[in-house]
C-alpha cells in the first residue's frame, strides 16, 4: 500500500514549515513548471502535477480553490476565461439564430432611419414656368427655408426650379432639354408631390398627365370660406383615353399671401404673372401633399 504523502512533502518542505517558506516554494514550483510547459507543451501529468502542489498549497495556506483549469499559468483568471467559455459556446450554439437577430435588427435601425428622415425632407415641391430663386446671402434666406418656417405641415421641403421664360428659353439649348426631361421623370415616377406653374407651361404640360384631378379634394373642403370662388385650372377630355379626364387640375394661387415676400423671382411683367398650385398625379406624400395646398389656399386674399 502506498503511504499518501502530506502535503508539505508533497511541496517537498519539512512538516510544519512555516509559511513564508511554503509561500517561497511553491513560488519555485510554479516557476519551473511554467518553464517547462511553456517549451514542451502541458501533459496531462503536467496538469496532474499542478492540481497536486496547488492543492497541498492552497491547504496549507487555508485558501479554497479549484482544481479544473487546464490551462493554470494563464494571466487571466481562470473565473473569466470559465464564463468566457460558457458564453462562447451559447454564441456558437446559437449563431445563426444570433445572425438573423442582429440582420432583422439593422434592417429595422435602417428602415427606422429612413422613415425619420422621409418624413423630415417630406415635400418635393417643383416651381415651373417663369420662377427662379433669388440670390440670398444665407441659408435661412432661401426659400425652402422660408416656406418650413411658414408652414406647419412641412418641416423641410425639398424645392426645385424649371425655369421656361418665353423669349428667353429655347427647347433647343441642351439646359433646357435637360431640365425637361428630369421634370418629365419626376412626375412619372412620384418625385414630385407639389407643382407651382405658371399658366401658359399648365396648358403645355396638363395632356401628359403629370397633375392629380382635384375634384375629389375641393369638394372635401366645400363650403370653407377660403375655398369659395377659386380661380381654378379646367381641363376638357375631348375623348381620347390617353389623355386625363375632365376636371379641375390645379387651382390658382396667385393672389394668395403664402409666398408673398419670400425668395421667388418672377420672370414675367406683374401683369403677365400666373401662379397655379398643381399636385403630383403620383405623389408617394399624397396625404401631405393635400394638406400643404389647403394650407396655401387658406391664404386666399378674396
Known sequence: MVEQKSNYEILGLSENADKELVERKYGALLRQYKQRTDEYGATNEDLSYYNEITKAYNEI?????????????????YSVRKRWHKISSFLDSYKLLICGGLLVLVIGVLTYLQIRDSSKEDLYIKFVGSFMSGYAESEDGYIDRQIADKSNVTDQPIVSYFTVVEGETS???????NGAVQFRSEFMTGALDIIIIDKENLEVYVDQAPFLRLDDFLEAHKGEKEFENLNVFCYENAGDERKPESG???????????????NLVKKYPKERQTMYLAIGRVSKNLEKAEAFAAEVIATNKK
Open 61 to 77: 495556506m487555508g485558501i479554497t480553490g479549484d482544481y479544473t483549469d487546464t490551462d493554470p499559468t494563464n494571466i487571466i483568471p
Open 171 to 177: 427647347m433647343l439649348d441642351q439646359t433646357a432639354k
Open 248 to 262: 379641375v387640375y390645379a387651382v390658382e394661387i396667385s393672389n394668395m399671401a403664402f409666398f408673398d415676400n419670400m
